[in-house]
């Protein structure tokens, strides 16, 4: 028989689903309105050892690969857009650190596991976003350590961040050949959060821009070889990508399920409104794109695990799934009618949280980029 996920992802996925429900859907609206980080809600994600999800079994990890990240990642955003963002930066911490850190940075993987250890990630500037070469933040060797300064924008977990891994400028070559990624302590002096950003969606991220002000970092901070780590980030972002599709993805079929059962319970014309043929129609487009888009994250998600190269398969997944799922939350809300545009109804949340999807982690644009320049490769 063909089964479209195994039988320990189908596990997976009904855990992640049961806790979603019961722990994370009834908090979510007031996450939103009181835009708050839930350290309870991270501390239990951890609990159930969700942050090792891809990571490999000697290393603490579940070692269910980038699937294994997806299949947990559609079924938190299913419920909360913004837990499920909140979800997606642990786990990407362990790949990069266990890949490419030291004996020490390694040494922090299971209080990261554990929900002990916050960490984030700070590779955007506020003059730096698609250009991360461009990247002006430096870091300058003094005696044994280094010194780094510069600001950083848009960092998620910002505010309450343990472990920073900032990416900085470390030699004098421009472009991408001088960037190193050093770990930071977050209670490092000179380290500055600003204040929370307030968003349009997903509330509750401490999203802040920080400033490095004469940071000190030991020579043992360099996470990856000197200056290479241009390429390490690069390769993190098509892991990265495939999250933000899932993330795109569980929010899609969210205002997919809230349309139908509106569509069914909602009455004009003497009749409820799903049996109007443009509702339908509406319906099916987004049961069609969804059931696509899962399937491209899916094959590129196998793929990864199976240790092809990625770039390509996880840019069309992020550009088809965020562009869908902007598409569909939006029709989701107008088959709501004037009450899709009230508070009262979770589609109203879902609109201004799948938004950012279209922007994090390279943008669509920078997608169609990266799609073009491998198919002109692929054609050669
Ligand atoms: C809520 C939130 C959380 C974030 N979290 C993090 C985080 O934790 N860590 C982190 O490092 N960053 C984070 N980011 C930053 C995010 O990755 C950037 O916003 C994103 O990469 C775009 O950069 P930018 O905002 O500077 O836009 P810009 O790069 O200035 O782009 C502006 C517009 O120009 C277009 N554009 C730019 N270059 C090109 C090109 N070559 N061809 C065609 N179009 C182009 C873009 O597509 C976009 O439409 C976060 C952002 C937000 C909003």
């Known amino acids: 028989m063909h089964r479209f996920m195994t039988e320990s992802e189908t596990a997976l996925r009904d855990t992640a689903r049961r806790f979603a429900e019961k722990e994370i859907l009834p908090r979510a609206a ?9 350290r309870g809600l991270y501390k239990g ?22 699937i294994g990240a997806c299949i947990a990642m559609e079924e938190l ?44 990630t700070a590779v955007t500037e506020p003059d730096h976003g698609s250009d991360v070469a461009g990247l002006r933040t430096t870091a300058r ?8 300064n510069g600001t950083k924008a848009w960092v998620t977990l910002g505010g309450v961040v343990d472990a920073l891994m900032v990416f900085a400028r470390s030699g004098t070559e421009g472009g991408h050949k001088a960037i190193s990624c050093f770990l930071l302590d977050g209670g490092s002096p000179g380290l500055i959060r600003g204040k929370n950003e307030e968003l349009l969606g997903m509330h509750g991220l401490e999203d802040c821009m920080i400033t490095l002000d004469g940071v000190r970092a030991p020579a043992d901070a360099v996470v990856g070889p000197e200056n290479g780590a241009f390429k390490m980030a690069m390769g993190n972002f098509n892991f990265s990508r495939l999250m933000m599709s899932a993330m795109a993805l569980g929010m899609a079929q969210a205002a997919f399920e809230d349309a139908v059962a509106y569509a069914k319970s909602r009455k004009q014309f003497g009749g409820p409104i799903i049996g109007f043929q443009a509702v339908q129609f509406m319906l099916a487009d987004m049961s069609t ?4 888009a899962r399937l491209l994250i899916h094959h590129a998600a196998r793929l990864c695990d199976a240790g092809h190269a990625i770039a390509k398969e996880a840019a069309q997944a992020k550009l088809f799934t965020t562009d869908m799922a902007m598409k569909h939350v939006s029709n989701a809300l107008q088959i709501h009618g004037g009450n899709g545009y009230s508070r009262e109804y979770r589609i109203e949340r879902l609109f201004r949280d799948v938004r950012l999807a279209q922007i994090y982690e390279g943008t669509n644009q920078i997608q169609r980029l ?5 198919v002109e490769k692929d054609m050669a």
Do not use: K
């Not at 060797?141 to 780094?148: T, Y």
């Not at 794109?289 to 696509?292: G, L, S, V």
């Open 30 to 38: 007031a996450i939103d309105r009181e835009d708050r980080f839930d």
């Open 141 to 148: 060797r003094d005696g044994e350590g280094w010194v780094l």
């Open 370 to 374: 990266i799609i073009a320049r491998q």
């Open 77 to 120: 955003a299913r419920c909360s857009g913004a837990v499920a963002n909140a979800f997606a930066i642990p786990v990407e911490a362990v790949l990069f650190l266990h890949q490419h850190g030291n004996a020490r940075h390694r040494a922090l993987i299971p209080g990261i596991l554990a929900g002990d250890i916050i960490p984030a």
């Open 45 to 66: 994600l951890a609990e159930l050892g969700l942050f090792g999800v891809a990571l490999d079994e000697e290393a603490g990890g579940s070692g269910m690969g980038a």
């Open 289 to 292: 794109d969804i059931a696509a």
